[in-house]
């Protein structure tokens, strides 16, 4: 999943789903090019449908109101439900480890839904795949080579994947920054016309590799608003960290937001300002001297050989997906919002 090939095989579906999105939002602004109070709402079918081609290869249609299918829309409910009720067990204190409180229950029930949805969508591809005949293509899907290693793997990796808040998150809070910055909205648009003069290009993985200041807006907006609160990690080891001795088991929590708004690594943290990410002389001073790669750390680093944690830290499993549809939607856009 982290190899630019393998992304690459999504950019058409993407920018299909991408410009049908757009054409919803036309038809949702008002006289004044306002979206409705409830934009995320759509940004979030938005996300669950592009989300979906990856890892159940199906088009749900949520967005369209084209389905008739009640699973997609059962699923949009409980995945809203799920990150409210997570959250409280995540973070406030609460008995349901030694004795199964109704809020518990009910979180298993939310988690029961989606498993159960899930499943039935990679059953129906599974038979997709028996029945149909596969054309020899350069990169098999990732669903495909998942269910070719092991059907259990193939399910819980295609669940945690099928997440759409964090892509529907990421995806509001850059076109807020952009709302609210409009000379960078402006350089923005100027890059893009240079690559898609037409608004009916389509969009190819080569046209990306051109548009550096599309991927700065984008990593500035996760600087300013990460769509995570950092990175939790258990010590394998011993380790002394600041002259204190941390023992091994120890949970080590890693807040983003303190190295991400620290003027340490990044000069004036409270702007939007996607210069600092270019690799360009002219904007050395947006980024400190004494800046760290690991300030950056939203989704962790290096790679995940262990299974165990792979598995539970769904979040680095479609982060390259969160860029990848969040650049076919600004791509498609064509007018200041």
Do not use: C
């Not at 795949?129 to 990732?142: A, D, G, P």
């Amino acid at each position: 999943m982290m190899q630019p090939k393998i992304v690459n095989i999504y950019t058409q579906q993407f920018d299909e789903i991408a410009k049908e999105f757009i054409q919803i939002m036309k038809k949702l602004k008002n006289n004044r090019s306002e979206m409705p109070k409830d934009f995320f709402q759509y940004l979030t079918k938005w996300s669950l449908e592009t989300i979906a081609t990856v890892s159940i290869e199906k088009r749900l249609n949520i967005f369209n109101g084209k389905t008739d299918d009640e699973r997609s829309k059962k699923y949009m409910e409980v995945s809203a439900q799920f990150f409210d009720k997570l959250t409280d067990f995540e973070l406030m204190p609460s008995i349901w480890k030694y004795y199964q409180t109704k809020y518990f229950k009910e979180l298993m029930n939310v988690y029961d839904t989606m498993a159960k949805i899930t499943f039935s969508y990679i059953e129906e591809a599974i038979k997709k795949f028996e029945t149909e005949r596969f054309k020899e293509v350069q990169e098999e899907s990732i669903l495909r080579k998942l269910l070719k290693i092991n059907k259990q793997i193939a399910f819980v990796i295609a669940g945690d994947i099928l997440m759409p808040d964090m892509v529907a998150a990421a995806t509001n809070f850059t076109l807020y920054f952009l709302a609210k910055n409009l000379e960078k909205q402006e350089k923005l648009r100027s890059e893009v016309m240079k690559i898609l003069p037409n608004k009916n290009s389509s969009i190819e993985p080569k046209s990306l590799q051109n548009m550096p200041y599309l991927k700065a807006v984008i990593k500035e907006s996760l600087r300013l608003q990460p769509i995570v609160s950092g990175n939790s990690r258990e010590l394998a080891k011993d380790v002394v960290l600041a002259g204190y001795h941390v023992p091994k088991g120890t949970m080590i929590f890693m807040n983003a937001y303190i190295e991400l708004s620290n003027p340490k690594y990044y000069p004036n943290p409270e702007k939007f300002i996607p210069e600092r990410w270019l690799r360009d002389q002219q904007n050395e001073n947006w980024k400190s001297k004494e800046y760290n790669a690991f300030s950056y750390l939203l989704f962790g680093f290096g790679s995940r050989q262990d299974l165990k944690s792979f598995k539970k830290d769904f979040l680095i499993k479609f982060v390259f997906f969160v860029d990848l549809a969040l650049e076919n939607v600004l791509l498609n856009f064509k007018w200041k919002f």
